[in-house]
């Protein structure tokens, strides 16, 4: 077996790992230097799931052999096969000729084209056809994608249909949240996430108040429960801050939420899956964060003292939501004198 040539040689800028990478691989497996997948992971950048995803796809089954130039022709065979015939997207410019352009020139989303075009123009196209054709334009030489905006990803559909998560199960989910959280008229209902640093190796968690605004961020070495669990309880037992609901999305860095509880008093709650507007205000925060720490910062450069330095900014800065005060005068009201005073005005 060859590697491919021309157009789909392209494809390897797409792929999760390179041609090296996968020959690296091989040589850490079946070597006299053997590694463990953490170790190989660790050693490439990568993510640990990534590489026992990459070994567990292209592994030769019948003779229990991991071959580097092997898994990478697979790998471009599968992305070759991924996208749409040139026909079929040559159908697409037939169709709708500049319509596409020049929407995503003004910014507008493949899904929110192909929804226009169904319903204005009668044309039903998938928006998953748009985004191949956007990625076929780019390996041509195309700029189409720089006017996404997130950029191309590549979808993987989910293997675990079917099985479910235990702990899923005893979740409490946000519709079961008291409404008092909602109506942001006391402070002690927290949203809370992970903001991820460079190749996550890195990590700072994040808590926000609903009803003050106030935030709270601590670095973190990894993502485990465990890790963040501890986290939480340091953050409690440390401040005078009320806590009395606490709200996540569904990554298993929270999974010892009943930990949470039992440690701290707060009840915990999660977000719907791929429903991250249930935790907004969280969501802006860490949109914020991003004005200090682009993507791609590794959090393990950056000291603590600077992390309190950009949390105190944060909840120094006058919010129109609190009648122009900031959050810090909002909270330290509500622990001193129990009352929010942005509302008494």
Known sequence: M????????????????TLRERCFIESKLSGNDKLS???????????????SREVEVNLDKDFGFYSGLRAHNLALERKVASVPKVSKLDKIVDKIGNFVFEE?????SPEQICGR??????IRISHVTLYKFIELDKLKGGELYKNLRHGIKTYRKCRTKGKVDQTTKKKQRISQRPEIANLKQEPGHW?????????????LLTLTDKASKYQI?????????MTVLKAIQDIVATSLLPFKTMTFDNGTEFNLFELITKTTGAECYFAEPYHSWERGL?????GLLRDYW??????NLITDNRIREVNNDLNNRPRKSLNYLTPAEVMANYVIFGKLVHLQL
């Open 2 to 17: 060859q590697i491919f040539e021309s157009e789909k040689e392209a494809w390897v800028e797409l792929a999760h790992l």
């Open 37 to 51: 997948l953490r170790k190989i992971a660790l050693a490439l950048g990568r993510n640990h799931s990534s590489i």
């Open 104 to 108: 995503l020139q003004k910014r507008v």
């Open 117 to 122: 075009l169904k319903r204005v123009h009668g």
């Open 191 to 203: 949203e809370g996430d992970l903001v991820f640093g460079l190749l996550q190796q890195s990590y």
């Open 217 to 225: 961020t601590r670095y973190l070495p990894n993502k485990e429960a």
């Open 282 to 286: 969280n969501e802006h925060h860490n």
């Open 294 to 299: 682009p993507k791609g910062t590794d959090f």
